[in-house]
């Protein structure tokens, strides 16, 4: 549709995404009054959960500390049937969400944005579609899901196997017939963890081909039973409350003592517990220093691969299972159910990528430096270009041509993680620099969702048509998310939330993304920003 005939239909705001963060946006918008069209890639709702039909996805943070907030009626009338939720509910959960609030009238599906250019004469967002189609609207709102910029291994013969294959972003609709067939799975992360755990006793044969293994421990799921429903419905106030205080918006929150301020004894049993225990307990509730004292972590990494010998039984097997590059906790930690048992399993193999490289895919299956190896199928669990990449996948021009992608080349410059100055009018709900990449996401989300809806009520008041951040705020936040990252081991390490990815051109320098400062003190700096008339931006 030609600019031209959009006119006279020309909505205020303009979403991309409608996922979790698309979605409350939306709501939050029309209560405004405001006109709004979202522009959502997927033929339906549900952004991460729409996308990522994998085997075993679910769930990390418990099910009721997922959901939205906003509207207790809703909260009221949704039960999750398990502590940690399975994708097919979680989808469900969205699509009632949908529903309920009539969200699907004001969003476009089947819809890819490939560009959105700022016009200064006109104080408008012109945003166009992979087909030509173009809409204007005076305010642009990124909801761009941090890890759904998927990358596959460049590796030469990718696309020459004749067998199935999927990234696991792009799992089929269509169920997945494992029955009988030899499987490949390339990539151990989060994801990696989950489907090596659910389709190992599916499958004749399963290879798993690990660059870099990851510290898992248990997720501990089980059924929420009746009691349990009705006493979580009866403190939902509480709950938000408490998630509100603790740093990734978590039910749990940092231990107050040392490592070194108890006993060996004490510490065993502390850590024995913690791993018995559901979800990220043994992440999140730790000693306060596990993170930041190298010694206090090298005996907790110590203490998690005890837990690995002790469950793998070929001690080969395990010793390669076991991370040595890294400490945990430094990267986000998987949580698993029976992965390291899949090992014990005749069938299941595991090829060191480090020792044995992987030198190419055939039309029947993989190369190695020692070997071919036949499959039927082969799954990608080989992540993301994360935080940014779906920024660099969308052409976004601000003032006088400048290009996003080339203005944050060599790591992104943000005030807020909300804005960059150069590109007026444009908010971010889910980038770098905020606290929603390192957060139970859907709390940081409504944070910011909140945040982003205040700031348009008081532009609709004022009659502003036009906000940016300004250069100086910008460049004093980024050197604020670089100060907060120093300390941080995490921050020595090649990971994702550092910007590292080497199935990505120019992606191996490391980066920092994320703002490590814990969501309460982002919601701080947020509400003094706000109270002192959106100070670091004009508002014209």
């Not at 600019?3 to 979790?20: K, Q, Y």
């Not at 759904?148 to 696991?168: E, I, N, W, Y």
């Not at 080497?502 to 994320?514: A, E, F, K, S, W």
Request: charged residues 20%.
């Amino acid at each position: 549709m030609p600019v031209a005939e959009a006119a006279a239909a020309s909505p205020d705001a303009i979403i991309i995404g409608a996922g979790i963060a698309g979605m409350y946006q939306l709501y939050r918008l029309r209560q405004l009054g405001m006109r709004v069209k979202v522009f959502e890639t997927g033929s339906d709702v549900g952004g991460t959960w729409y996308w990522n039909r994998y085997p075993g996805a679910r769930f990390d943070s418990e099910s009721y500390t997922y959901g939205f907030s906003f509207s207790e009626e809703l909260l009221q009338d949704w039960s999750w049937s398990e502590h940690f939720a399975a994708q097919p509910e979680t989808l469900r959960y969205l699509n009632h969400v949908a529903d309920r609030f009539d969200l699907r009238r004001d969003i476009q599906f089947n819809s890819h944005v490939r560009a959105a250019s700022f016009d200064e004469a006109t104080r408008q967002w012109t945003v166009t579609l992979d087909t030509g189609e173009r809409h204007q609207a005076r305010f642009l709102i990124t909801a761009l899901g941090p890890l759904s910029a998927d990358t596959l291994p460049r590796l030469p013969g990718v696309d020459r196997f004749r067998g199935q294959s999927f990234h696991t972003y792009r799992w089929p609709e269509a169920p997945v017939d494992f029955a009988g067939k030899r499987v490949a799975v390339i990539g151990v992360g989060a994801t990696g963890v989950q489907v090596v755990q659910t389709i190992a006793p599916l499958v004749a044969e399963l290879c798993v081909f690990q660059r870099t293994p990851n510290w898992c421990t248990p997720l501990n799921n089980r059924p929420i039973s009746a009691e349990e429903q009705q006493r979580i419905k009866a403190s939902y106030p509480e709950l938000f409350a408490l998630l509100r205080t603790t740093p990734g918006c978590y039910i749990h929150d940092a231990d107050p003592r040392g490592t070194f301020e108890v006993t060996a004894e004490e510490r065993e049993a502390f850590w024995e517990k913690l791993y018995g225990e559901p979800g990220f307990g043994i992440w999140q509730a730790n000693f306060r220093d596990i993170l930041t004292d190298p010694a206090a972590n090298a005996l907790l990494s110590d203490f998690i691969a005890r837990q690995i010998r002790r469950r793998v039984q070929d001690p080969v097997m395990a010793e390669r299972l076991i991370p040595k590059c890294h400490g945990f906790g430094t990267r986000r930690v998987p949580q698993e159910t029976r992965y390291y048992e899949a090992f014990n399993l005749p069938h299941v193999s595991l090829v060191d990528v480090h020792e044995t490289p992987i030198e190419s895919i055939t039309e029947t299956g993989i190369r190695t430096s020692d070997t071919e190896r036949a499959f039927d199928i082969i799954i990608y669990a080989t992540g993301f270009d994360a935080i940014t990449g779906a920024f660099d996948r969308i052409e976004f021009q601000g003032s006088d041509g400048l290009r996003l992608k080339d203005k944050w080349a060599e790591g992104p410059k943000t005030y807020l993680g909300l804005q960059s100055a150069g590109f007026p009018n444009m908010l971010t709900i889910v980038g770098p620099h905020n606290a929603s990449t390192r957060c139970n996401i859907p709390r940081c989300i409504e944070q910011n969702v909140d945040w982003v809806t205040d700031l348009l009520r008081t532009a609709r008041q004022q009659g502003c048509t036009r906000f940016e951040a300004t250069p100086a705020a910008e460049a004093e936040w980024t050197a604020h998310i670089d100060t907060l990252a120093e300390g941080m081991m995490y921050a020595q390490i090649n990971s994702w939330a550092t910007g590292i990815n080497t199935n990505v051109p120019g992606r191996d320098v490391r980066r920092i993304l994320q703002y490590q400062g814990g969501a309460p003190a982002y919601r701080a700096h947020c509400d003094a920003v706000a109270a002192q008339g959106y100070a670091g931006m004009v508002l014209e």
